[in-house]
């Protein structure tokens, strides 16, 4: 093996076959993957500075902790309608080959903000507990987004590899 064959990374399969690009193209559950992601993203963002806010001030107890809730309504929507996106397009509700490890380390995200809901609704922890866990869950959001967008990234790849074989090749 030469140093050049060695610094060609290994070929991979394409996330998504013809057929299910197809279904995904097609599908307006695409469309509306598309438009709950920022979404979500930009409540992340609002609830995360009422959390470090009431954190760091001790102000602010309400606003944040109904933050937290709004987020996690936000998550469920988009947990469930990836769910039938996932059905459309792989022909399963979860745990596609495709996106396996995405939607394992999503039951973390759900159980983590699920957690806190239960524990605000039942004084199972202080305020200060319960933002520290509303950080976690956060922090395992973040994680979780990361692998959907390099999951988009690999998909764009893909698309840009397919589009550019000539007529009638096999990818």
């Known amino acids: 093996m030469t140093h050049r064959e060695a610094a060609v990374p290994p070929s991979r399969q ?6 299910q690009r197809k279904r995904r193209d097609e599908s307006g559950w695409t469309l509306v993957q598309g438009l709950l992601a920022p979404l979500q993203f ?7 500075g009422l959390v470090l806010r009431f954190l760091l001030t001790g102000q602010g107890l309400f606003a944040a902790s109904m933050s937290v809730v709004v987020k ?7 947990m469930v309608t990836g769910a039938i996106w996932e059905k459309v397009v792989f022909g399963r509700y979860l745990f596609a080959p495709a996106f396996f490890w ?6 973390l995200v759900m159980t983590l903000h699920t957690a806190y809901v239960v524990a605000l609704f039942t004084d199972a922890l202080t305020p200060h507990q319960g933002m520290l866990l ?11 987004a990361g692998q959907f967008v390099w999951k988009l990234r690999l998909a764009r790849l893909d698309m840009a590899r397919a589009d550019a074989l000539p007529q009638g090749s096999a990818a």
């Open 14 to 19: 394409p996330l998504y076959t013809a057929e």
């Open 42 to 48: 930009l409540v992340f963002l609002a609830s995360l």
């Open 72 to 78: 996690t309504c936000v998550l469920y929507l988009i």
């Open 102 to 107: 995405e939607d394992v380390f999503s039951m």
């Open 134 to 144: 509303a950080l976690a869950a956060y922090a395992s959001y973040v994680v979780n």
